[in-house]
């Protein structure tokens, strides 16, 4: 780029031209075309924010001047200095630290930034990516964009890759919070059983064995690897193996929702992400055998992987990350440049500035204690519900070993043959003894009836949940006629 101040200023034409050749240089060859055959129409539609998509020329060196975007002067806002607050030391979390945004960043966190998120954000997660899951950024042609949460990035990732009436795969039970969003889409979905173990794969190898030649092959799969929501079940590494290998005998991109990630509490280690293992199995350099030569090595992989701050640093920043082939990535910048330009900028160096202080290591230090909480809050559910609901066979369920939910099954009458329908028991008899709870079938894609009710640990006391417990018994035993 010849934009040195130093310099005559170059013509806006040739600022714009020289950029697109310097962003197509470093872009891996073919990545493009050979993601475009997954977009949606809507997507392929969209152009980039004239101005936004601009903004990432002032980072360039020696600086330009910059006199692209209406940027308000900081001058004129009410803050001054800098923004302090005080947190706890995750090494230690009795004692209590005060931690200051300076000057600097908090002028930058008071403007508009960049479409993707912070420059400074995005590499500390980048750099964080890259040792989480082993993998290396600039050779593999992945990024990261930072979104309001990682379920606007969800939407966005999928409004890039549907159009309607194309086929979605979903795990069932899958989280209710997402699926109005998919439906708006009108994609067809195609469910795939989950059980404790994850994902029931073998289901899915027929499903995809058996598919019409001539129907539109599914694009996706969309699951929740860790502590999933409704089920609290975590996908063990030989489903995960299995999944990885589908998605590439059948080439569709796997969107991995892991906001449970860090609130993995199983007492063995941590299996790998989706987006790890693609890489530590070999998959993304093996020879492409798909139609077209779709999505083969050095363009980012299969796995779309979305990352949340909301349980570990606070859901109300609303900061989420999505890592992964940067042409999905750009399309979904693409309609945040259009809808709200980018993610807050405050609440960016608010985290920025916890995560700096803390390091990495800090950071760990932080997950493995919020773990460790919500294994605590487990136990005490699993007591409780052994206790009440447990001991005469009216509750079975199987143990989550992350995330914060249990998720178990009522037997509604007497004789476990015969399968229950929890929606009145929980929608109104629960409600009218003052317990809220979800029933199963909330969950469940496709509708229908479900024997399960979902219930969160995260935050109730143990002597309120006691009493929870209490009144469900006296519930479920009404309802079974032994009263
Ligand atoms: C499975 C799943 N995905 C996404 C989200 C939304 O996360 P965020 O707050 O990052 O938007 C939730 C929130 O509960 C969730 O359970």
């Known amino acids: 780029m010849s934009l040195s101040t130093a310099d005559t200023q170059p013509s806006a034409e040739q600022t714009i031209n020289a950029t697109s050749k310097a962003n197509d240089a470093a872009r891996l060859p073919g990545a493009r075309t050979h993601y475009s055959d997954f977009f949606s129409d809507i997507v392929k539609r969209m152009k980039p924010s004239p101005i936004h998509s601009l903004l990432h020329l002032e980072h360039h060196i020696p600086k330009p001047i910059s006199l692209l975007a209406g940027k308000p002067n900081p001058a004129m806002f009410p803050f001054a200095g800098s923004m302090s607050w005080t947190s706890r030391d995750p090494h230690n979390p009795e004692k209590i630290e005060t931690l200051t945004m300076d000057e600097d960043l908090l002028k930058l966190g008071l403007n508009y930034s960049e479409t993707p998120g912070l420059l400074q954000m995005r590499q500390f997660l980048e750099e964080m990516q890259e040792d989480e899951h082993g993998r290396l950024k600039e050779e593999e042609g992945w990024r990261v964009t930072v979104g309001p949460g990682s379920q606007d990035l969800i939407s966005k990732a999928v409004t890039a890759l ?94 991995e929702d892991d906001p449970y990630y860090n609130l993995y509490y199983g007492s063995s280690p941590r299996y790998p992400s989706y987006f790890s293992l693609e890489k530590s199995l070999g998959l993304l350099d093996t020879a492409p055998d798909t139609p077209k030569d779709l999505l083969r090595v050095n363009t980012g992989g299969r796995v779309i992987r979305f990352d949340s701050f909301s349980k570990v640093l606070s859901a109300g920043l609303r900061l989420g990350f999505v890592t992964g082939p940067a042409p999905v990535l750009d399309a979904i910048d693409k309609q945040t440049s259009a809808a709200s330009l980018e993610p807050s900028t405050l609440t960016q160096t608010i985290a920025l500035t916890i995560l700096r202080s803390w390091g990495r290591e800090g950071y760990k230090a932080h997950t493995t204690n919020v773990a460790a909480f919500y294994r605590s809050k487990r136990d005490t559910c699993e007591r409780l519900l052994a206790q009440y609901l447990g001991k005469d066979g009216l509750a079975t369920w199987d143990t989550p070993e992350a995330g914060m939910f249990m998720w178990f099954k009522l037997h509604l009458h007497p004789g476990m043959d015969v399968e229950s329908d929890t929606e009145d028991f929980i929608r109104r008899k629960a409600v009218e003894k003052g317990v809220l709870a979800l029933p199963g079938s909330m969950f469940l894609p496709e509708g229908g009836k479900s024997a399960y009710v979902r219930l969160s640990f995260s935050v109730v006391p143990e002597n309120v949940l006691e009493e929870a417990m209490r009144r469900l018994r006296a519930l479920v035993i009404e309802a079974r006629g032994e009263a």
């Open 162 to 255: 549907l159009n309607p009436g194309d086929s979605m795969l979903v795990e069932s039970p899958t989280y209710a919070g997402i699926m109005p969003m998919f439906r708006q889409l009108q994609p067809e979905f195609i469910c795939i059983p989950s059980d404790a173990h994850g994902l029931l794969t073998d289901k899915l190898r027929e499903v995809l064995k058996g598919w019409p030649s001539d129907k539109p092959r599914p694009k996706l799969i969309y699951t929740i690897p860790y502590g999933s929501n409704p089920s609290g079940f975590s996908a063990t590494l030989e489903r995960r193996t299995e999944l990885l290998k589908l998605a590439y005998e059948h080439n569709f991109l796997i969107l």
